[in-house]
């Protein structure tokens, strides 16, 4: 029995798409998880000196570190958590004072914004 060219490209193409999904499948199952990501935005009028973010859970902790962001400037960082559980962010001003705050306690959004004003520090979702 010999096979047709259709068939022998119908044969192929159907081998390739399998392997293919089953290449997908194996590593997505080896990934280690997704992050969520956290975009801070500087609306005030002056330099943050530093901005220190901080979460955990029962078997890790975690602190990331922001310096000198300018002005309107904004930064995105990933976190190894999940949603909704929360982390915290203390927001040291050039004239000593602090805003600190835990954020992203609730929502189960991926992708979270922190907006800093000069009348507070907003966001979480």
């Not at 943050?48 to 930064?75: F, V, W």
């Amino acid at each position: 029995m010999t096979l047709s060219r259709r068939n022998l490209l119908l044969i192929i193409i159907a081998s390739a798409l399998l392997g293919a999904s089953v290449t997908h499948k194996v590593w997505q199952s080896s990934y280690p998880g997704r992050p969520l990501f956290v975009e801070f935005h500087n609306l005030r009028s002056e330099t943050i000196p530093l901005i220190t973010i901080e979460h955990g859970n029962a078997s890790s902790q975690e602190k990331i570190i922001l310096t000198q962001m300018k002005p309107d400037e904004r930064r995105v960082i990933s976190l190894n958590h999940s949603p909704g559980m929360g982390y915290n962010v203390i927001t040291s001003l050039a004239n000593g004072d602090e805003y600190n705050m835990c954020l992203g306690k609730g929502t189960e959004k991926w992708v979270n914004q922190v907006r800093i004003r000069d009348s507070g520090m907003y966001g979480g979702s």
